[in-house]
DNA sequence: TTATTTAAATTAGGATTCCTAACTACATAA
DNA sequence: TTATGTAGTTAGGAATCCTAATTTAAATAA
């Protein structure tokens, strides 16, 4: 039986998740399509845009290629491949670690740091379809896709992120959250989805 | 500069819909981690996946190679690619059109009604998740979204959609959603994005 | 009617993604 | 010291995905 799959639109007319998926898939493709555009201009595909637009603002040791697998969701020789390209195309250099000489981070090149001007913004377009809707809708969609992400995260999907209820210094205190680090109440558009301080929590 | 990149945490901080486009992004990292999960069950590729799970669901005329383009926001070349590999598993058949000689649909072979059957609850485990919302919360998470793929369809980067805001058959009184085609209002709800019977309106 | 344009799909060629499996090298814990 | 785990690479291959050019057919204009 597959008549009550999220993507027939005969279900969907009896159950709005099923509505709320297709519509996330559909927005989805956005991304792809807005990457696949960057990348024809610039002639890098769209991995190897993820990657040096990562490395732009993530702390070094977050730039390894085990991390870069588990952020974007591919493999090692996957990361390895695309790393070497960007090598090649001189956009990043390698450091390698001195305590253990496996290791190394990647880091932009000066001519990386001109391609990361260029590419920042491909997802300009679907920022400025958001900016339009006003600041109490702003605050109820991030509320939603805040704690959808938590979801995922929880239940084993999404492995990867640095969002405050995830976080060893989050405590929540009745309807209160509070970081432990910045030692402050955090009000709901003041929680992170990506936290430079992030640190997560020991499984409970 | 690219200190107001929307993949900047720093930028996240004061900007609110910085971190609904990065979480949007992370949302949609979702569908390629589930879909590559299936693909590894089933041995199929995630593209062949979409496209069978497309077929299965989608009236006759939609299932050519240039719709399919248009769908998954890929060439022609690419589907037909992924079309020639389907058939050689015998996943599918062609069927020719009578009128134009070009043209042909494809359509599920039993085999192929039997995968789809075992791929199209791919996306289960983030349904599973968007269930424990709230009735309320889902009606505004609907709200938003819809109102996201239509102001994405109308600023020209989501090509493709069948929402009843973009169809002919749609027309708004006041606050009241009515579609002609069924001689109804559309509560929230019933706004549908995937209908079988959208008819795209002229552009005005 | 004929010529031109447009459209549907394919082929050709190539860069890259992306996987699994096997491997090297190093670090760490028993 | 030996076993186990971790970081990254290599090898091999299927498939994605592009652009450009081609084929064939249909639609349109002269």
């Known amino acids: 039986m597959k008549d009550n799959s999220v993507f027939n639109p005969n279900q969907q007319q009896n159950d709005l998740s099923s509505k709320i998926v297709t519509?996330?898939?559909?927005i989805s493709e956005v991304f792809k399509i807005l990457l696949w555009e960057k990348s024809k201009v610039v002639g890098l595909s769209p991995i190897q845009i993820q990657i040096l637009?990562?490395?732009?603002?993530?702390?070094e040791s977050l730039c390894s290629v085990s991390h870069l697998a588990k952020e974007f969701n591919v493999t090692k020789p996957t990361v390895s491949d695309a790393i070497k390209i960007l090598d090649k195309k001189a956009l990043i250099v390698k450091v390698f670690s001195s305590s253990d000489q496996r290791r190394y981070t990647i880091q932009l090149s000066a001519l990386g740091e001109a391609m990361v001007s260029e590419i920042h913004d491909f997802a300009h377009p679907l920022k400025s379809q958001i900016d339009?809707?006003?600041?109490?809708?702003?605050?109820?969609?991030?509320?939603?896709i805040s704690t959808l992400i938590y979801k995922l995260n929880r239940s084993g999907i999404l492995t990867v992120q640095r969002t405050c209820f995830a976080c060893k210094f989050y405590e929540k205190n009745g309807a209160v959250h509070y970081c432990n680090l910045l030692e402050k109440e955090l009000v709901t558009?003041?929680?992170?989805?990506?936290?430079?301080?992030?640190?997560?929590?020991?499984?409970?």
């Not at 519509?23 to 559909?26: D, I, K, T």
């Open 23 to 26: 519509g996330l898939e559909r």
């Open 53 to 59: 637009i990562f490395i732009a603002f993530h702390k």
């Open 132 to 144: 339009n809707f006003s600041p109490p809708d702003l605050e109820a969609i991030f509320q939603t």
């Open 189 to 204: 558009n003041s929680i992170r989805l990506d936290c430079p301080e992030f640190v997560a929590k020991p499984v409970s």
